[in-house]
T-cell receptor, first 111, second 116 residues
Framework: RKEVEQDPGPFNVPEGATVAFNCTYS??????FFWYRQDCRKEPKLLMS???SGNEDGRFTAQLNRASQYISLLIRDSKLSDSATYLC????????????FGSGTRLQVQP | GAGVSQSPSNKVTEKGKDVELRCDPI?????LYWYRQSLGQGLEFLIY????????KSGLPSDRFSAERTGGSVSTLTIQRTQQEDSAVYLC??????????????FGPGTRLTVL
């Protein structure tokens, strides 16, 4: 089983739609959670951290459910510029503190 | 300030040749990571450097892979006797590790390695 699992998509949605991505992680000791965005042939960039209480940044809302080991990202009022791959990322506080990345969910927003 | 830089941006090599990839982290960042990303795949951890500690090499896929970090700054990833399955984008990331601080990793643009 992969440490971080995501639906690869693609999710094809019209502009203005609301879309939700889910992610599950296998290690219950995971302590920090993030969503990164990766545009085609570009490096990943941090979109937002995910907090237990849930957090919102503009049109983006992230949720964490530790009991179910589940993370979500909700995008409201999708824009064409939201088209990208969204990576679910987990940090384990082992010695190396390396991020563990999901394979990503591809979003294509269509006009 | 400058972000993480990597060179070369693209490298095409023949099977069996050695390659060196370079990463210049953000100045002052104490930790440096190498990942690789094969086409359509997620990121795979390779190696981690933190200050003067021994690097964590647990992600290196074979003994053909090695990495150094000189002076706590620039890092080079060396792949010996390259194979076609080594073709991927090699990403470097740096972070400043402060207890209780942010864990944001800043990625370089990557080196796209193609082994023919």
């Amino acid at each position: 089983r992969k440490e971080v699992e995501q639906d690869p998509g693609p999710f094809n949605v019209p502009e203005g739609a609301t879309v939700a991505f889910n992610c599950t992680y296998s290690n219950s000791a995971s302590q920090s959670f993030f969503w990164y965005r990766q545009d085609c042939r570009k490096e990943p960039k941090l979109l937002m951290s995910v907090y237990s209480s849930g957090n919102e940044d503009g049109r983006f809302t992230a949720q964490l459910n530790r009991a179910s080991q589940y993370i979500s990202l909700l995008i409201r009022d999708s824009k064409l510029s939201d088209s990208a791959t969204y990576l679910c990322v987990v940090l384990l506080y082992t010695g190396r503190r390396a991020l563990t990345f999901g394979s990503g969910t591809r979003l294509q927003v269509q006009p | 300030g400058a972000g993480v830089s990597q060179s070369p941006s693209n490298k095409v090599t023949e099977k069996g040749k050695d390659v060196e990839l370079r990463c210049d982290p953000i100045s002052g960042h104490t930790a440096l990571y190498w990942y690789r990303q094969s086409l359509g795949q997620g990121l795979e951890f390779l190696i981690y450097f933190q200050g003067n500690s021994a690097p964590d090499k647990s992600g290196l896929p074979s003994d053909r892979f090695s990495a150094e970090r000189t002076g706590g700054s620039v890092s080079t990833l060396t792949i010996q006797r390259t194979q076609q399955e080594d073709s991927a984008v090699y990403l470097c990331a740096s972070i400043t590790e402060i207890a209780g601080g942010p864990n944001t990793q800043y990625f370089g643009p990557g080196t796209r390695l193609t082994v023919l």
